[in-house]
């Protein structure tokens, strides 16, 4: 394993730069954003290896990029970020990971803790019987091929039209919740043979709903506004993906890469860094089928975030317009967009790959909601199920240097297998009602995966990227309750 402590040079108190000289072949250099601390357990795996062989993309500009919640991916680390030019770059799915569009929604409420506290047992249990979760589930919601196909192509339009979630919502969704483009004759038939049944589910893993309250705020103004009026506020967040549907997509494009990579005579030090040009036959279809994975996803946070809405009502008894259920923002965290960014003081067109990394945009930027223009973007971080979540807000900082781009989450520090040893989910489940966080779980089995012991404090994550200028802090919720599949 490689001695990081003679080849990193450390740049401030949370860049971190691995010079192109490493390896030949690089066509960068590398740079992690990380405090001294963090940098010790980051390390301990591959992950600044893959951030030196991402740096080897052709049409790669600004540098191979991690956040501080980096740790071992395919192909790319978890927490990466590369944009490559769209002239003369590639598009790589080890840059966006098997579930595409993984992403974040949350919602904000008028409700305090005192009113939801006595009734917290009784809204997870809500929640837990109305979103289908866990491996395999199935959704409430049935949709035949040609109804999927629009799901593909609208997203979370396609739900609204449905009667399912509000107009409102869609204008505090990244890209409205739709990227243009999406190409259903890109999808294989296997890929539509998962999706359908699993629209509008929660899944597995690491995947929650968790109802929040507000701990802290650090940004009134911010916080004001996207609707959080103080410490005491309930929130709800919601972290799922496009299920066995994107995890498909991304598994038929990488035969296809392979050979693409062999065609257009393409130097890499991975083979799970396969990728094509973004304007070759290769490129255009991944890009056509992500998009209509990525568009499910939104589509299925829509769906759950409606049934969120209704779960409240049931327990609260008033209607959710009335309890103030009204959602700050959805984002993707697993994607590659084109984007416009100024590259040495000229205007590009990037594929830009945040694989475990959110968009940060700052003030001003067109592609914000209008009511948020003035501050910046909201983004939206979950730390583990037992500590606390951040709601930051996108900087110009961030656009300089990242190409709008900050964390994710907590970033694991164990790996599942190793979580699972250590504790047993009767152990997990006891210690969370301990704090007062009551969790609901399709198999109490899985719990350890995701006990916090497995995950990186999402604080320490947050204070680098607050530190480094590329997001802000804005407020900090810690969970009430938890329904996981």
Not at 261 to 274: M, T
Request: glycine letters at 12%.
């Amino acid at each position: 394993m490689t001695d990081w402590s003679k080849r990193l040079k450390q740049i401030d108190d949370y860049r971190w730069l691995i010079p192109k000289s490493y390896k030949s072949g690089m066509r960068t250099d590398g740079l992690v954003y990380a405090t001294e601390r963090m940098m010790e357990a980051i390390t301990h795996d591959e992950a600044l290896e893959q951030v030196a062989n991402v740096a080897f993309l052709p049409g790669i500009q600004g540098k191979s990029m991690a956040m501080p919640d980096i740790h071992w991916g395919y192909g790319f680390p978890i927490g990466g970020v590369a944009a490559t030019s769209v002239d003369d770059g590639v598009v790589s799915p080890g840059g966006v990971g098997f579930d595409i569009n993984c992403g974040v929604r949350m919602l904000r409420t008028d409700l305090t803790i005192e009113e939801v506290q006595p009734k917290i047992r009784d809204l997870v249990d809500q929640l837990f019987r109305d979103v289908p979760a866990g491996v395999g589930s199935e959704g409430r919601i049935r949709v035949n091929e040609a109804e999927l196909a629009q799901v593909m192509k609208k997203g979370a339009r396609w739900m609204v039209e449905h009667g399912i979630g509000w107009n409102d919502d869609l204008e505090a969704t990244e890209q409205g919740g739709c990227i243009p483009g999406a190409t259903p004759e890109f999808v294989s038939n296997e890929a539509v043979k998962r999706g359908r049944p699993q629209l509008g589910t929660l899944g597995s893993g690491n995947h929650f709903l968790e109802i929040q309250v507000v701990d802290e705020i650090y940004d009134d103004a911010a916080a004001a506004t996207f609707g959080i009026f103080g410490p005491g506020q309930i929130t709800v967040m919601i972290h799922t993906g496009s299920r066995g549907f994107g995890h498909q997509v991304c598994d038929d494009s990488l035969e296809v890469m392979q050979g693409a990579v062999k065609r257009y005579n393409i130097d890499i030090p991975d083979r799970q860094l396969a990728c094509a040009p973004v304007n070759s036959r290769e490129g255009k279809e991944y890009m056509g089928a992500m998009a209509c994975a990525a568009n499910y996803a939104w589509a299925n946070r829509q769906a759950i975030a409606h049934w969120v809405r209704e779960a409240f009502e049931r327990i609260m008894g008033a209607g959710a317009h009335k309890l103030g259920l009204r959602q700050i923002y959805d984002v993707a965290h697993n994607i590659a967009k084109i984007e416009e960014h100024e590259v040495d003081g000229k205007t590009m067109s990037l594929c830009v790959h945040r694989k475990g990394a959110t968009r940060a945009f700052g003030p001003g930027n067109p592609d914000i909601p209008a009511a948020y223009r003035k501050v910046g973007q909201p983004v939206l971080v979950p730390g583990d199920m037992g500590r606390y979540s951040f709601l930051l807000v996108g900087t110009d900082q961030a656009m300089r240097q990242t190409f709008g781009s900050t964390c994710h989450g907590a970033g694991r520090l164990m790996s599942r297998h190793a979580a699972m040893k250590r504790a047993s989910g009767q152990d997990v489940q006891r210690d969370l009602e301990a704090k007062g966080i009551i969790v609901r779980a399709q198999s109490r089995g899985t719990l350890p995966e995701e006990a916090s012991y497995a995950y990186k404090d999402v604080s320490d994550v947050v204070d680098a990227v607050h530190g480094a200028g590329i997001s802000r802090k804005v407020a900090k919720m810690r969970p009430l309750g938890v329904a996981k599949g």
